[in-house]
């Protein structure tokens, strides 16, 4: 197929694009400084700014769209929660009003999300069925979302990826949260009991994959593994790994000071099932999470 990828040089686009050319797919990428990044054989890479992207992706049989600010990247004043939201909504519109354009529709969309769409929710199980939550990332991923349902319209295949906590070796949120345990001072994030939903990087890649090729998959998606765990039951298990204890818990004052709103991404947690993916019967690589963070942290 050819794909029109944007996002495809971060943490998830960049190995999911090598997965993609090795399969053979024709890949245009669309990205804010094109020239850092290698690319894979036979990819062609096109910066936002000029409209060459939008000529070069015609015919494209998909879209696969990971772009937007980076949530954990800074602290969130009020300009970087306004770059968060408008990165988001408006390369969505962009590709969106693209696809519109040209002579032919892709057949799918995949757009991803996030888990944050639910907002806090305590201990209560989580499916695609539930409704959007409350707060700053659940107003953005809702209206994220919404930008996408647009190129149904264009008889388009929609699927929106509500992707948990990735985990992966290299890079994201676990080497923030390794470096402590490696000065056996590591321990859980605030109480402890709140969820965390999580997946590895290889079981993102590997979903993303099966939205393109399933015709019956449309809508929502979670992207999270089939077992949440508790903040808890989570760090005792990086430490079991590490071979390192768990027992310096990090007070919620202390994350507040140091991320300031960013803080309630780990201080809250959402208890999320990925029930579409389950129903239809997608082979997770990494079901469990000693597996992944085995596979994350283990020398090969």
Same mark, same amino acid.
């Given at each position: 197929?050819?794909l029109?990828?944007? =996002?495809?040089?971060?943490?998830?686009?960049?190995?999911?694009?090598?997965?993609?050319?090795? +399969?053979?797919?024709n890949?245009v990428?669309?990205?804010?400084? %094109?020239?850092?990044?290698?690319l894979?054989?036979g #990819?062609?890479?096109l910066?936002?700014?000029?409209?060459e992207?939008?000529?070069?992706?015609?015919g #494209? &049989?998909?879209?696969?769209?990971?772009?937007?600010?980076p949530? #954990?990247?800074?602290?969130?004043? %009020?300009?970087?929660?306004?770059?968060?939201?408008?990165?988001? $909504?408006?390369?969505? *519109? *962009?590709l969106? &009003?693209?696809?519109?354009?040209?002579?032919?529709?892709?057949?799918?969309?995949?757009?991803?999300?996030?888990?944050g769409?639910?907002?806090?929710?305590?201990? /209560?199980? $989580?499916? /695609?069925?539930? /409704?959007?939550?409350?707060?700053?990332?659940? &107003?953005v991923?809702?209206?994220?979302e919404?930008?996408?349902?647009?190129?149904?319209?264009?008889g388009?295949?929609v699927?929106?990826l509500r992707?948990?906590?990735?985990?992966?070796?290299?890079?994201?949120?676990?080497?923030?949260?390794?470096a402590?345990?490696?000065w056996?001072?590591?321990g859980?994030?605030g109480?402890g009991?709140?969820?965390v @939903?999580?997946?590895?990087? &290889?079981?993102v890649i590997?979903?993303?994959?099966?939205?393109?090729?399933?015709?019956?998959? +449309? =809508?929502?998606?979670?992207?999270?593994?089939?077992?949440?765990?508790?903040?808890?039951?989570?760090?005792r298990c990086?430490?079991?790994?590490? +071979? +390192?204890?768990?027992?310096?818990?990090v007070p %919620?004052?202390v994350?507040?000071?140091?991320?300031?709103?960013?803080?309630?991404?780990?201080?809250? =947690?959402?208890?999320?099932?990925?029930?579409?993916a389950?129903?239809?019967n997608?082979?997770?690589?990494?079901a469990?999470?000693?597996?992944?963070? @085995?596979?994350? $942290?283990?020398?090969h």
């Amino acid at each position: 197929m050819k794909l029109l990828v944007t =996002g495809g040089t971060g943490f998830i686009g960049s190995p999911l694009c090598q997965t993609l050319a090795q +399969r053979g797919h024709n890949l245009v990428l669309v990205s804010r400084d %094109p020239a850092r990044h290698a690319l894979p054989a036979g #990819a062609v890479a096109l910066p936002w700014e000029t409209s060459e992207w939008q000529r070069a992706a015609q015919g #494209a &049989d998909a879209v696969i769209n990971l772009a937007g600010e980076p949530i #954990a990247a800074k602290r969130w004043s %009020p300009q970087q929660k306004a770059a968060i939201r408008d990165s988001r $909504l408006g390369a969505t *519109r *962009r590709l969106v &009003d693209a696809m519109g354009s040209w002579p032919k529709a892709p057949s799918v969309f995949v757009n991803a999300s996030a888990i944050g769409y639910y907002g806090p929710r305590g201990d /209560e199980q $989580l499916t /695609e069925a539930d /409704e959007a939550g409350r707060g700053f990332l659940a &107003d953005v991923c809702r209206a994220w979302e919404a930008e996408a349902l647009r190129a149904e319209s264009l008889g388009t295949r929609v699927v929106r990826l509500r992707i948990g906590l990735v985990l992966g070796p290299g890079g994201g949120v676990l080497v923030k949260m390794v470096a402590p345990f490696q000065w056996f001072v590591g321990g859980p994030v605030g109480t402890g009991r709140q969820w965390v @939903s999580w997946i590895h990087r &290889d079981d993102v890649i590997g979903l993303v994959e099966w939205a393109l090729t399933t015709p019956l998959i +449309r =809508g929502a998606v979670n992207v999270t593994a089939p077992e949440p765990v508790t903040m808890g039951a989570f760090c005792r298990c990086l430490g079991d790994t590490l +071979r +390192r204890p768990s027992w310096a818990p990090v007070p %919620p004052f202390v994350l507040r000071s140091l991320l300031g709103e960013m803080a309630d991404l780990l201080l809250t =947690g959402q208890r999320v099932i990925p029930h579409v993916a389950l129903q239809r019967n997608y082979p997770f690589v990494h079901a469990a999470l000693p597996s992944a963070l @085995s596979a994350c $942290l283990t020398p090969h």
